[in-house]
C-alpha cells in the first residue's frame, strides 16, 4: 500500500539554529515527492519537489530537501531557522502507478523560538 | 498563478442533508483532488481525478462521491450528511509532474 509517513508530531529548534523535518515513503517505482506549508488559518503552499536529477532540491524560503532512495525518505531541512518558519509542514508522495493519485502524510507542526 | 477557488469558506448542515462541495481552478489541470483535513490526521484523500468524468477512489471515499464533468470542475458530494463529517475539505489541482494548488477550505459543520 501507498503511505507516507511523518514520525515527528512536533519539532522545536531555535532560531539560528538548523531544522530538518522528517518524511517517509512506502512505494515501489520511482515517485514524485512534494513538501507543502500551512500557515494558521490558511491554505496549504508548495514549498518543493523531487522529480527526477539531484537528490538535493531546493525550494522556497530557504527551504531544501533531500532525497534519499534507498532509505525511501525526503527530508525537509533548513540551514538556519526563523521563528517566521514556525507552521505545520507537509510530506506528499504522487504515485504515477495510481493514477496520479497523490498522499499527504499526518504533518509536523514546526515551532521556532526565539 | 493558478487559482483554486471553493465556494463556500463555511457551511453549516443537518444530519442527512445531501451537500454538494464545489470547487474551480482555472489553469486547465488535468489532476484534481478532494481531501479533509482533522487535526492529527493531515490530509486525507477522498477522491481524485485526472481527467473529465474519470475518478477514482481515495483513501476514505465512504460517504463521499465526486463529479467531474467539465475539466475545471470538481464536486465532492456527501449523499447524506452524518456528524462524522464535519471536517475541513480542501481541494487541489495540479498538472501532472507539478505541485498541486489548494483552495482557501471548506469548513464543514454537521449537527
Known amino acids: 500500500a501507498q503511505s507516507v509517513a511523518q514520525p515527528e508530531d512536533q519539532v522545536n529548534v531555535a532560531e539560528g539554529n538548523p531544522l530538518t523535518v522528517k518524511c517517509t515513503y512506502s512505494v515501489s517505482g520511482n515517485p514524485y515527492l512534494f513538501w507543502y506549508v500551512q500557515y494558521p488559518n490558511r491554505g496549504l503552499q508548495f514549498l518543493l519537489k523531487y522529480i527526477t536529477g539531484d537528490n538535493l532540491v531546493k525550494g522556497s524560503y530557504g527551504f531544501e530537501a533531500e532525497f534519499n532512495k534507498s532509505q525511501t525518505s525526503f527530508h525537509l531541512k533548513k540551514p538556519s531557522a526563523l521563528v517566521s518558519d514556525s507552521a505545520l509542514y507537509f510530506c506528499a508522495v504522487r504515485f504515477a502507478e495510481y493514477g496520479n493519485k497523490l498522499v499527504f502524510g499526518a504533518g509536523t507542526i514546526l515551532r521556532v523560538k526565539s | 498563478d493558478v487559482k483554486v477557488t471553493q465556494s463556500s469558506r463555511y457551511l453549516v448542515k443537518r444530519t442527512g442533508e445531501k451537500v454538494f462541495l464545489e470547487c474551480v481552478q482555472d489553469m486547465d489541470h488535468e489532476n484534481m483532488f478532494w481531501y479533509r483535513q482533522d487535526p492529527g490526521l493531515g490530509l486525507r484523500l477522498i477522491y481524485f481525478?485526472?481527467?473529465?468524468?474519470?475518478?477514482e477512489k481515495g483513501d476514505i471515499p465512504e460517504g463521499y462521491s465526486v463529479s467531474r464533468e467539465k475539466k475545471e470542475r470538481f464536486s465532492l458530494i456527501l449523499e447524506s450528511a452524518s456528524t462524522n463529517q464535519t471536517s475541513m475539505y480542501l481541494c487541489?489541482?495540479?498538472?501532472?509532474?507539478?505541485?498541486?494548488?489548494f483552495g482557501n477550505g471548506t469548513r464543514l459543520t454537521v449537527t
Open positions: 481525478s485526472y481527467d473529465v468524468k474519470m475518478k
Open positions: 487541489a489541482s495540479s498538472k501532472a509532474g507539478t505541485g498541486a494548488s
